[in-house]
């Protein structure tokens, strides 16, 4: 009876965890009357106009007047101290938090107006932890079944995950072929694994625009460098947002936007924000130790793979 009544005990806390849910807000409207043709965005621009952001009723903003306007196929690194609002720009980016002030604009169509459904489908998101769960690999790389088996090895290939076409690798093969199972949030892979896996999904998603968060944090320094170059290569007409954990990882993008404090401090070319001595980038190049000299032959050694 007491181990009975000590479990029931336990097992309702499910069921409050279920109420809890029931009470959340909802979030908006998954799809409207004016939600845009299939092929938005075509090409890729991303514009933030006053952007004003605060998690919740009552606590500071976290995102301040931001304004940016980021071109199409632009490759831009976002980067920053911790706690700048580097995160916060994709959470108003995806809607995940609805933005206080300010607009949004994609392709220029204010997202705040459309379907959620529709604004999320269209941009890819490799996350610091992407979630994987139980059941095939290619149930887990392409959920909706809009690829061919042939398309889903194809990526699994570009991602580096199997070996390229004419190489056999017998451990890679038997691990990552589409019928092997994924564990429950992945519990069969590690860390780096999962985000290789995230950049699959990216891949089979193929929208104009991508967003990487600190993406390949949990790589080692050689496959980060693989992974920048097919990045480089496979994404070369996407617009591409990098949550840069690594300086050297976006020293070969086209511009850096710097947050500081909520706010955009910097937003220019690499050098020319190196070159700036007060600027907040040199000074996270210098505490990174990354010269000038760096910063020319990573761009060179990236110019060979494009
Ligand atoms: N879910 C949340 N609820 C309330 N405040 C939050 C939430 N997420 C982030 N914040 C606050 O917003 C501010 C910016 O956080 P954000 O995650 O955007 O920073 P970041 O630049 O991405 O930092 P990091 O480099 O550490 O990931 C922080 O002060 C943080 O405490």
């Not at 479990?7 to 849910?21: I, S």
């Not at 891949?203 to 949990?218: F, G």
């Not at 496959?223 to 020293?251: G, M, P, W, Y």
Request: with cysteine; charged share 25%; proline share 4%.
């Amino acid at each position: 009876m007491v181990n009975l009544f000590a479990k029931n005990e336990q097992n309702m806390n499910a069921v409050e965890r279920v109420l809890h849910y029931t009470e959340l807000p909802s979030e908006r409207a998954e799809a409207t009357p004016d939600d845009p043709p299939m092929n938005w965005p075509s090409s890729g621009q991303i514009s933030f106009t006053n952007v004003d952001l605060s998690y919740r009723e009552g606590l500071p903003l976290t995102l301040k007047q931001v304004n940016f306007t980021i071109n199409p196929g632009e490759k831009v690194g976002i980067v920053g101290r911790t706690g700048a609002g580097k995160t916060s720009l994709l959470q108003a980016l995806f809607r995940i938090v609805e933005l206080q002030n300010g607009k949004i604009e994609i392709d220029g169509i204010d997202i705040s107006n459309i379907g959620l459904s529709v604004l999320r489908r269209s941009i890819a998101l490799v996350p610091q932890d992407s979630t994987l769960f139980l059941g095939t690999m290619r149930n887990n790389l392409d959920p909706q079944g809009l690829r061919t088996d042939a398309e889903l090895i194809a990526v699994l290939q570009r991602a580096l995950l199997l070996p390229s076409e004419g190489t056999t690798d017998a451990a890679a093969e038997a691990k990552f072929s589409l019928d092997c199972t994924v564990g429950d949030e992945g519990s069969n892979f590690s860390a780096g694994e999962k985000q290789l896996l995230a950049l699959c999904r990216a891949l089979v998603k193929n929208s104009p625009i991508i967003v990487l968060d600190e993406a390949t944090s949990s790589v080692d320094v050689e496959t980060d460098a693989k992974l920048q170059r097919t990045i480089k290569k496979e994404f070369a007409h996407s617009t591409l947002l990098c949550i840069a954990h690594r300086l050297n990882t976006i020293v070969y993008y086209d511009r850096v936007l710097v947050m500081d404090g909520g706010r955009v401090a910097e937003f220019d070319t690499v050098l020319n924000l190196y070159d700036n001595e007060s600027s907040i980038f040199r000074s996270l190049c210098n505490e990174a130790n990354l010269q000038r000299a760096d910063i020319l032959r990573i761009r060179a050694e990236q110019r060979q793979y494009s």
